[in-house]
């Protein structure tokens, strides 16, 4: 199946043969969580091709296009502690709204534009580093939007997929970050700070749970399938990997709150701008 068949995100919400959050969410509801119908799988395919076809991510416009109406890793965790789907206003938090169909400012800050500038630097430094404690090696392939092939209103896009280098068999899921505000400083420096994403764990360091990343990499996880990250955190003086295993329990008290905020919000909205 070519990825342009697959109902595109922006479909009218009301149509009963185009790809509609509610028509998703309902079909999800319907069919028992681990079988696989035909159409998941004609649809599974599909995914694979987007995947493909958004590679590039930032700079690519298909995978702009691909994001809009998903709720993406990189806002679940504001969503997932928004006042509104923990049942603590019935306000709408229009500034995620926007942010999930596509409406939301692109700012570009000093911080936005260092962490763009030293990723690649980054992922050479983690795939050194990684061989080094690797049979084979690693490599660290390109990616693109993964969309979950049952909940299809999640989406990830993860920095790279690690594979091991001899048998190319996956290894896990890469995600770096080059914190701005610590670009100076070790890793240990930079801990010191309450607000930072890492927690020392004796010689090594681990990702805070509490922490916006670590809702960002379990949501990658969820929409990959992929139960392994290394999630890099880069600095001018040091590069460390602090690995991540899929949270059943935290995703599974996670994940009902971003469908709430889908159906309650994203739903409601489109089905307006469609009737507008």
């Excluded at 939301?104 to 800050?109: E, L, R």
């Excluded at 983690?126 to 092939?149: T, W």
């Excluded at 379990?218 to 929409?223: E, I, L, P, R, V």
């Excluded at 690995?243 to 469908?259: H, S």
Aim: aromatic share 8%; charged share 25%.
């Amino acid at each position: 199946m070519r990825a342009a068949q697959v109902p595109h995100p922006r479909a009218a919400a009301t149509s009963a043969s185009s790809y509609t959050a509610a028509s998703s969410v309902q079909s999800h509801k319907r069919s028992h969580p681990g079988r696989a119908t035909s159409s998941n799988t004609s649809f599974g395919k599909a995914v694979q091709a987007i995947e493909k076809e958004t590679r590039g991510q930032r700079d690519n416009p298909k995978w702009h296009e691909w994001r809009e109406n998903r709720i993406t890793a990189s806002v679940a965790h504001k969503i997932a502690n928004s006042h509104f789907v923990n049942r603590k206003t019935s306000e709408v938090p229009q500034s995620y709204l926007k942010a999930v169909v596509g409406q939301g400012p692109v700012i570009q800050t000093p911080a936005t534009s260092w962490g763009i500038r030293n990723e690649k630097r980054a992922v050479q430094e983690y795939a050194h580093l990684k061989s080094r404690n690797s049979r084979g090696g690693v490599k660290v392939e390109d990616c693109g939007l993964f969309i979950h092939p049952k909940k299809t209103w999640l989406a990830a896009s993860p920095d790279g997929i690690v594979k091991n280098n001899s048998t190319g068999k996956p290894i896990g899921l890469l995600e770096v970050k080059c914190p701005y505000k610590h670009k100076d400083q070790t890793i240990r420096e930079a801990c010191k700070d309450d607000k930072f994403c890492l927690t020392p764990a004796g010689n090594s360091y681990t990702l805070k749970k509490d922490h916006p990343y670590y809702t960002q990499v379990q949501t990658q996880m969820a929409a990959t399938g992929v139960k392994k990250t290394d999630f890099v955190v880069y600095t001018k003086k040091e590069t460390t990997i602090a690995p991540v295993k899929f949270d059943a329990k935290f995703w599974k008290a996670t994940e009902p709150k971003l469908e709430k905020f889908y159906n309650d919000v994203v739903v409601p909205h489109e089905n307006k701008n469609h009737s507008a």
